[in-house]
Nanobody, 120 residues
Framework: QVQVVESGGGLVQPGGSLRLSCAAS????????MGWYRQAPGKQRELVAA???????NYADSVKDRFTISRDNAKNTVYLQMNSLKPEDTAVYYC??????????????WGQGTQVTVSS
């Protein structure tokens, strides 16, 4: 089986910064696209940022120029550096990874989420 675990969430003041991490582990052959999604109360889950295995990135307009996604392929880990945080960024942040597991086809895996709260 595969485990996808997020970390780094917490409470931060507006204008502050947080760095989220997401590590995939298990019987992994290859990790393809990885991304961060978020879901606020009463809203649908939305894409925040994504990165391919080759390093191509994509950001939601609401976070572009404030957030930076990166990855360490040797560690099967994706990061989200969040700067200039706003109260509107408050949400549960979920990691998603497309992973090829030994003996099967590649599928998407979700982490359990980490809470980010931006408040004075």
């Amino acid at each position: 089986q595969v485990q996808v675990v997020e970390s780094g969430g917490g409470l931060v003041q507006p204008g502050g910064s947080l760095r989220l991490s997401c590590a995939a582990s298990g019987d992994i052959v290859s990790v393809y696209d990885m991304g961060w999604y978020r879901q606020a109360p009463g809203k649908q889950r939305e894409l925040v940022a994504a990165i391919t295995s080759g390093g191509f990135t994509n950001y939601a307009d609401s976070v572009k120029d404030r957030f930076t996604i990166s990855r360490d392929n040797a560690k099967n880990t994706v990061y989200l550096q969040m700067n200039s945080l706003k109260p509107e960024d408050t949400a549960v942040y979920y990691c998603n990874a497309e992973i090829k597991v030994i003996g099967t086809i590649r599928v998407h895996y979700w982490g359990q989420g980490t809470q980010v709260t931006v408040s004075s």
